[in-house]
């Protein structure tokens, strides 16, 4: 388990982090979200051992991450923001380096090397220099470094960054495998990144947390919960589609796009609409290119708690 409770930071006048308390078991991949300066990567920086904190305590699995560093350590697997890494060194030559840190050995040392490798897809970098290396690949080397060891717990800042949208499914599908025995916290501004990996998500502002549920309850919160979208095939039936909408006593408001030829009828609170704006269509005699229930947009919350 990692434990935070009441873990703080302060920089002089300014607060970093403040009064941060959460726990995070096995099987989570908790998503820790929030706009630039928020904290997130301070948060991280504590949890890893590379900050201290001006107040407040933290564990991994156990270990304090103030009195048993070396143990909180050894069961965390750690990419940092920008994913440092010695750029003189080759990509065979780092990996060696951070198994013999790791104190791997024999043929789990093999093993552990040969899957990164594979997993990461590095083996046609092997023999390049770091410095020399695109941002994708070394974000991958970075990756490949925090899991040579098989951590129970990984703490990835950013893990997508710099990577292309096949590279990013690549990593994405390799954190949903390890995450059925692994503690895993990702920080990110990516809310895409929640959708497809997270079974949790913190949201912090100014230092502090002002969300902790589950991506579907967070969207839940979304004014266009249970909203419905209609695309029409014609323009030209758009304005009276959007006064017979308007008109149902379910719709609080209807958002227009004239470009896309597309309405949004948002529902009053509680409601549900999608069989009133159904019937309205064929009755209408609408000619849809599309008609879908919106779950709710995670982006629209993040900019409404986080404001």
Do not use: W
């Not at 300014?14 to 706009?35: K, R, T």
């Not at 789990?108 to 220099?129: F, G, K, T």
């Not at 990984?154 to 995450?179: S, Y």
């Not at 969207?219 to 009276?240: H, I, K």
């Amino acid at each position: 388990m990692i434990k935070t409770e009441h873990l703080s930071k302060r920089y002089e006048s300014l607060v970093a982090v403040s009064d941060v308390s959460f726990q995070v078991g096995p099987g989570e991949v908790l998503g820790f979200l929030g706009p630039n300066g928020a904290g997130k990567t301070t948060t991280m920086r504590m949890l890893a051992g590379f900050v201290t904190p001006s107040a407040g305590t933290a564990s991994i699995c156990g270990h304090d991450i103030a009195t048993d560093p070396l143990g909180a350590k050894a069961s965390l697997g750690y990419l940092p923001e920008g994913a440092p890494t010695y750029g003189e060194m080759t990509v065979r030559r780092f990996l060696d380096f951070i198994a013999d840190l790791r104190r791997l050995e024999g043929d789990r040392r093999r093993a552990r090397l040969d899957y990164v490798i594979q997993r990461l897809q590095l083996s046609s970098v092997l023999e390049q220099s770091i410095e020399t290396l695109s941002k994708g690949f070394r974000r991958r080397v970075g990756l490949a470094q925090a899991i040579v060891h098989d951590p129970p717990v990984l703490i990835l800042d950013e893990p997508t960054d710099g990577l292309d949208p096949n590279q990013k499914h690549e990593v994405r599908t390799l954190i949903n495998e390890m995450a059925r025995d692994k503690i895993i916290v990702i920080s990110t501004h990516i809310l895409e990144e929640v959708d497809a990996v997270c079974t949790r998500a913190i949201i912090i502002a100014r230092g502090r947390i002002v969300a902790d549920d589950t991506p579907l309850a967070l969207e839940a919160r979304s004014r266009y919960f249970n909203a419905v979208t209609l695309q029409l095939e014609n323009a030209d039936q758009l304005e009276a589609a959007r006064a017979a909408v308007a008109g149902l006593p379910a719709v609080a408001d209807v958002e227009v796009s004239l470009r896309e030829a597309r309405l949004t009828a948002l529902p009053r609170a509680g409601a549900t609409i999608l069989p009133a704006l159904s019937e309205l269509a064929t009755r209408q005699g609408l000619k849809l290119k599309e008609l879908h229930l919106e779950s709710g947009r995670l982006d629209e919350v993040f900019r409404t708690i986080t404001a």
